[in-house]
């Protein structure tokens, strides 16, 4: 469980890690809590040759209001986002999913841009940020852009990051008007990743549903919405019986994997179960 | 000299009774700190580092082992390969041969013709450093021609079967028989079964599990001159001492090993490592100390797992569901090869399942089966667990066949607490205890009729969340073991334990044992039985074990023998200390040995009011030897060995209460309550903490873990991702209680606690998910209860099948640096 050698820099602003990376040649790797990369250089299954931290770059820190959009940087930890007033107010959808990401160490070391930039489709936080709508700020040596989170994800654990991109900080809308939120998850313990999961953000308007948003965790590659569900649940009244018909469609257009916790029918059999709770749960039923 | 004086003022009148007393752990600050010498901590001059090249594949012929490349690595002293080591490696030790024609096929420690699990050792790399050791791993290369690898037990015995070792003409090691009929204390099984009105016949599967110790393996060899010295995180120094000597020629008397403070086994360490061997050779070819210190993925692939046997289990019984017969046919997984006593724990299992009950004719056989995967031996129970599982589940399913409640058929048919002492359809005589008083106590505290009516609303309401209510009813047997027992199952050692007393001059006590514990708190249990025994504080007794230079003599730990049999030998040597002392005392005082009383650590003098003697004055005086008897030597020390006569028999009934959610499949425990008789408690929090630990262990079977191997022979649960280890935040909240019935077979009259929550908890959880959804029509749940596997057996029918090997997230985790996708930027 000794990681291969490996060069390791600590740049401390933006700018000085895109330029790490830019010089770190073909092999570097991008390290934010290291919560999954470490585990998977002590296991030698990645030897990056130069491992470039983001561990002091201060400016990636942090929760700011910038009126309609909550601004979150990428090195924000785990245990920080759980605390943030801000988030809690504006995105709490995020604080009960990030309340649920592995173990309180892993929490006070995993980061949030790290969860979303590792693109892992059985993490808990890239269904959130797919199911708020979520942009992800990215630098690279041609300075900034702005992708959409529906854009991001691009298959198992890959991204639009392009070589030498770190991405820097997420803006994510806040919610306006009667909202509900629920993170669904479902793992055997406490620990373990999701073999599904299910966020679901919902807005009420006199008695019906005028606007639903689903997340799902670990039901294909990427993360996804389920759609056909957020369609039958728009203008549907907030009734157990239209929100059960609704979540029927939920594993529409997903490609769920099979492993040893669940083969693809049962996730897609548990993506409508959970889809039902949570959106119920969210409706504030 | 003052001391004289100190020693009187520390011992109190009548000290208060240690025994019962729940007392903290002395040892407990250190080992939670890290305060003390794990194996890894070892550090010393010129020590190199060893670590392990393992096969890839299942199985294989070695073609090929090049080692150019890791020789000319930085840091790198040697590379050795099985050819380098085939004369003088001998075959790892197999102490238990169950039957006279059981047949073994050698167990090098490292191959050297063929490989015949994933994760054998190929060649050992020698290094400066840890990091050079581990880095020259991949620089080792070796060609194999494949040979089909043998993974499932039932096809292995099967015909037409690819063997798992070419050299023998079955993957049958051994067909062990016990058939009451036979032996003279059962009825016939045939004619039993013949005769009988109900016969339910299932097949249940105890998975393969994996001890999960939390420290590591490790250990270091030092040579000096011709001697050598082993530290090793094991819980058997004294076994290990003598099997190194026979393996490696070493002479006994040149090898001291040490077990220093080692970070829990459950079975696991209970054995003679290859690499316990390859570091001894290697510290020996060289003439340098040698470390190795396994990985976690080292640990979980290749360090002894446990369990694995199919069972198909019969039971007779009339309509009244009075028993009539036991039948029990076993497939036991022995993997590829035998290990210390891997053939032994099944068979140590055979005269248990019978349990509480009275079977008028048992007959059980079991057929030991060769698999190319790691090794089984010894887990937490060893034997028990897995005869607790089938009598506790098919006593459920005939009372389902009888349409009884699972609690009449068990009273029904259970010992009665005026049939004590009983002598069981397998021969074996059980001490004493009260099923119906610990069954009672439980139902009390689990609020037994309250869930029964939940139970009954959640039914009629069609409720998604079901609730269901799991007895088992258990015993086990405890005290490893009687020696003549033990020599006539064919085991190769006894089952006696040592202990030795050493009266220092201060009055402090050194209590040395042969038993070494490897986090069960023996320190703190030895020195309330001593300060009680000799009147001494608790705090004048220093527990020392481990160390075959300081504990010569000893059997170690395993088989919850540690109090019965290790207590027991303590008491004896104190109870010596004392006769010695008595003689020294009646001198010193000037009185008739007949008139002395001693009590609270004091000699007095009957009728003599005021005239005493403490034994640590005592003590002093003998170190002063000034004055003492002439025929007696200066010393009151004393040694005792204790062998038992019989095992001993905690027993218990455990409730669980399982709420399973139908639209998921998720399982979760609502209530657990148990009530353990073990027998006299010394230290009610050590009993506690030991019943937590093994309920934990015993859930994590009925619910999480399970190792699963691929189609070819990889190991698939290789990472604590995979292997589900349950935390205490997945379980629930245990109430707990305890009768106490002596045990008659030692002074103490303790029965042993560390593996009864391990063995009555499985099935109980099992029965109680089972009880949750049978009226919707589910038989059978294969262990782990995952989710899935309950709701497609709620959903789909059967009993869950076999989990997916397909792709894992142990895969995933390959992946994720496969080429393509590590070069994406991500932030990891």
Known sequence: MIPAAFEYVRPTTVDEAVQAVAEGGEDVKVMAGGQSLIPVMRLRLAAPSTVVDLGRVAEMRGVRDEGDVLVIGAMTTHAEVIADPLVAQHARLIAEATETVADRQTRRRGTFGGA?????????????ALALDAEMVVAGPG?????????????????????GEVLVEIRVPKLAGQWGVRYEKFNRVAQAWSIVAVAAAVRRENGSIAEARIGLTNMGPTPLRASATEAALAGAGAS??????????????TSPSSDLNAQADYREHLAQVLTRRAVTAAAGL | MTVTEDAATLTPQSPEKEVGKARRRKEDARLITGRTTWTDNMVLPGMLHM??????????????????????APGVVAVLTGRDLADEQGSI????????????????SIAVEEVNHVGEAVAVIIARSRDAAADAIELVDVDYDLLPPVLDMEQAVGGEADLCHDHIDSNTAYHFVFDAGEAGTGAD?????????????????NQRLIPAFMEPRSVVVQPQGENFTMWSATQIPHVLRVMLAMVTGIPEHKLRVVAPDVGGGFGGKLQVNPEEVLALLIARRLGKPVKWTETRSESLMTAHHGRDQIQYIDIASDRE???????????ADMGAYLRLITPGVPALGAFMFPGIYKFPAYRFECDGIFTNKVPTDAYRGAGRPEATFAVERIMDELAVELGMDPLELRRRNWIRAEEFPFTTVAGLEYDSGDYDAATQQALDLIGYDELREEQRRRRESGDPVQLGIGFSTFTEMCGLAPSRVLGSLSYGAGGWEAASIRMLPTGKVEVVTGSTPHGQGHETAWSQLVADQLGVPFEDVEVLHGDTAVSPRGMDTYGSRSLVVGGTAVVKAADKVIAKARKVAAHLLEANEDDLDFSGGKFTVRGTPGTALSIQEIALAVFAAHDYPEDVEPSIDADATFDPVNFSFPHGTHICAMEVDTDTGFVKIRKYACVDDVGTIVNPLIV?????????????QALYEEAVYDADGNLTTGTFVDYLVPSAADLPHFDTGNTVHVAPGNPIGAKGVGEAGCIASTPAVVNAALDAVRHLGVQDIRMPLTPERVWRAVHQGGDGGDRAAAPTNAQAVDSAGAPGTSSQGGDL
């Open chain 2, 93 to 108: 030790p197999c102490a238990w041969p169950v039957t006279a024609d059981m047949v073994n096929p050698g167990h090098p």
């Open chain 2, 51 to 72: 670590s392990v090249v393992r096969s890839h594949v299942a199985h294989g012929k070695i073609t090929n082992v090049d080692v150019s490349a890791a020789l000319e």
């Open chain 2, 189 to 205: 099984t045939e004619q039993a079964f013949a005769d009988a009105d109900v016969v339910v016949s299932r097949r249940f599967v």
């Open chain 2, 688 to 700: 506690e903490g030991q019943v937590h630990g093994g309920l934990a262990q015993g859930i994590a």
């Open chain 1, 116 to 128: 979303l930039a590792h693109a892992d489709p059985a993490g808990d936080l890239p269904a959130v």
């Open chain 2, 321 to 331: 569901g009075n028993v009539k017969g036991l039948r029990c046919r076993i497939l």
């Open chain 1, 143 to 163: 300075g900034r852009r702005t992708v959409p989170a529906r854009d991001f994800f691009v298959d198992y654990l890959t991204t639009t990051l392009d070589e």
């Open chain 1, 240 to 253: 157990p019986d239209a929100i059960a018909a609704a979540a029927r469609s939920a594993a529409e257009g």
